[in-house]
């Protein structure tokens, strides 16, 4: 298998089986994760998550697609944020079937609460923005304050692409943006803003420990969001080691082998705003070039595999991790 090693009998025998958990199979990112990992020799399949059913028993359980038992030696989650609940026990079962998974489920879910995030990161001396989560909308005022006053950053806990991400200029457009989402029974957080950052971020993407590639993301026009899906511009960058280190720290302490880090310029350095479990691809890759990002993660697949051969084989040399040597029941 090219890019592999002969680790044991059925990996020189067999394809390792590498499942993508996405729903949207046509999308650029999950297109080119499932070329480069072709390249390195996986049978890749993508399943959408909200198909599966899962078996749980003293066993490990089991997962299930279409009637078929679904066996893979590893999984990569995309799991958009609207099934994240969903998404993440489907990927925990994985973890006890003993499947090799980029990312876990721990990670995802940190990834995804953005309170905790920012709990996580700042526990682990990760800068981030003064943030509040508000509770009761007559705390908005104090929480504006705290935060350095307006104007401010008023978001959705959850929530990406730059969807419920609001700059209130007042404290009344903030009290007001916090009581909509309290009403909406969203949980609203108050973000001090970082005026020379308007506009713009860094992104760094850091695949098993290490960044990758990275981009600078401008707003369009007077939108003070920068993300890529709004219709922001990306350029490339080279960050210093400091840049690197913090969204490598990120990453590692949500729990995350693959994210996209988003680190606002401060005048006092870089602060990390948010940490992203399914970074999209597109934008970062049109920068540093097609499929460049996907290979990294590939070659992590790859490692990971050799890894969980090696320790298997300790027990047994003959058995792959999670799946045996069976072919996928369900393939084609």
């Known amino acids: 298998m090219k890019g592999l090693k002969k680790c ?30 072709e390249k390195e020799g996986w049978a890749v399949r993508v399943v959408d998550p909200m ?24 999984i990569i989650p995309r799991i958009g944020h609207s099934i994240t609940r969903r998404g993440v026990s489907i990927v925990r079962q994985f973890e006890r079937m003993g499947v090799i998974v980029i990312n876990q489920s721990d990670g995802i879910a940190n990834s995804r609460d953005k309170l905790v995030a920012c709990q996580l990161m700042a526990e682990a001396g990760v800068p981030v923005p003064i943030t509040a ?12 304050n705290q935060v350095g006053g307006t104007p401010c950053v008023i978001k959705s806990n959850e929530g990406t692409h730059g969807s419920g991400v609001f700059l209130a200029h007042t404290e009344q457009q903030a009290r007001q943006l916090v009581y909509q989402m309290l009403e909406r029974d969203m949980r609203p957080l108050v973000q001090e803003y970082i005026q020379e950052s308007h506009g713009q971020d860094v992104r760094a993407l850091v695949v098993g420990g290490k960044v990758v590639a990275a981009m600078r993301r401008k707003a369009h026009g007077s939108e003070f969001r920068s993300n890529f899906h709004l219709g922001g511009s990306v350029e490339p960058v080279e960050i210093s080691d400091r840049y690197a280190e913090i969204a490598c720290t990120a990453a590692n302490k949500l729990g995350l082998d693959l994210a996209g880090v988003d680190m606002l310029e401060s005048r006092n350095g870089p602060l990390v705003l948010e940490v992203n479990s399914s970074p999209g691809l597109e934008g970062i890759e049109s920068v540093v070039g097609e499929g460049f990002v996907a290979a990294e993660v590939a070659r992590l697949l790859n490692r990971r595999l050799e890894e969980s051969l090696s320790d298997s084989g300790a027990a047994n040399n ?11 029941g369900i393939y084609d």
Do not use: H
């Open 133 to 144: 989560n508000v509770g009761a909308w007559e705390d908005t005022v104090r929480a504006v």
């Open 8 to 37: 044991s009998r059925s990996a020189q025998d067999m394809d390792p089986r590498l499942v993508i958990l996405s729903r949207g199979p046509g999308l650029y990112s999950t297109k080119q994760l499932v070329k480069e990992a």
């Open 51 to 74: 198909k599966l059913t899962v078996l749980i028993d003293e066993n490990g359980g089991r997962i299930y697609y279409r009637g078929w038992p679904l066996e893979c030696e590893a």
């Open 318 to 328: 003959t058995e792959m991790t999670g799946a045996g040597s069976e072919a996928f």
